[in-house]
């Protein structure tokens, strides 16, 4: 046995015989600003045919990357100008706002996990080339936290199940029902909105405190 596989191995005991001490690892923490994510064909639609995205930054997600390409998003009451866009393209469109943004937008966007889109708000996108509607797409993302399997064994959490986050600064705060998400393609990083972060006083960069519901393993 290498001293790798013996240094888990311990970590993992050590973690185990201490299943209330949680709040000894903070979380890192990230705030989302409004974005886009776009599928091949509406991509095509906003930009041209053939159109490929082209990265701006990477994020701290691995493969996941800020384009340079921005959208308006166009509401009943009002739109939003250089939304950016996140890459790589995805089977389905979907934009992330603040409820703040939805106000301004005057749309209802659910507060949702990415990816569950259906029944979700319409919303308008223009691009350069053109513009769409789509019938749903538009979310509030619910706050979360990305995880590898290695990092939910050190917090005892699950895929799905939700947990609490206690900020400690100067405008503390503790934030309900935080979702987990365990993927080995993850990196531990918790994120919240723009009105969450302003909430607290919170920048990324930030961490916070894992705090178990009481009567979860």
């Avoid at 201490?18 to 600003?33: E, F, I, K, L, R």
């Avoid at 921005?70 to 393209?89: A, F, H, K």
Wanted: glycine share 8%; aromatic share 4%; proline share 6%.
């Amino acid at each position: 046995m290498n001293p790798k596989d013996i240094e888990l191995i311990v970590e993992k005991v050590v973690n185990q015989l201490m299943p209330n001490h949680t709040g000894q690892h903070p979380v890192p923490v990230a705030v989302s600003a409004r974005h886009c994510h776009l599928s091949k064909t509406d991509l095509e639609a906003l930009f041209g045919t053939g159109y490929e995205l082209t990265k701006k930054a990477d994020l701290s997600q691995p493969g996941q990357f800020a384009a340079n390409e921005t959208v308006t998003i166009i509401g009943s009451r009002g739109s939003i100008p250089n939304v950016r866009i996140l890459g790589p393209t995805r089977n389905l469109t979907q934009v992330e706002v603040s409820k703040t943004d939805a106000i301004k937008l005057g749309l209802h966007p659910p507060i949702r996990e990415s990816g569950d889109i259906q029944g979700s708000s319409p919303v308008t996108i223009l691009g350069p080339k053109g513009s769409i509607y789509v019938k749903e797409g538009l979310i509030i993302a619910q706050a979360h936290i990305h995880m590898t399997p290695h990092d939910a064994e050190i917090y005892h959490v699950e895929n799905g199940e939700y947990v609490r986050i206690a900020i400690e600064n100067e405008r503390p705060i503790t934030f309900d029902k935080i979702l987990i998400r365990v993927s080995p393609a993850y990196k531990l990083e918790m994120h919240i909105d723009t009105d969450e972060a302003n909430a607290c006083l919170m920048a990324t960069g930030g961490t916070g405190r894992l705090l178990k519901y009481e009567g979860s393993l």
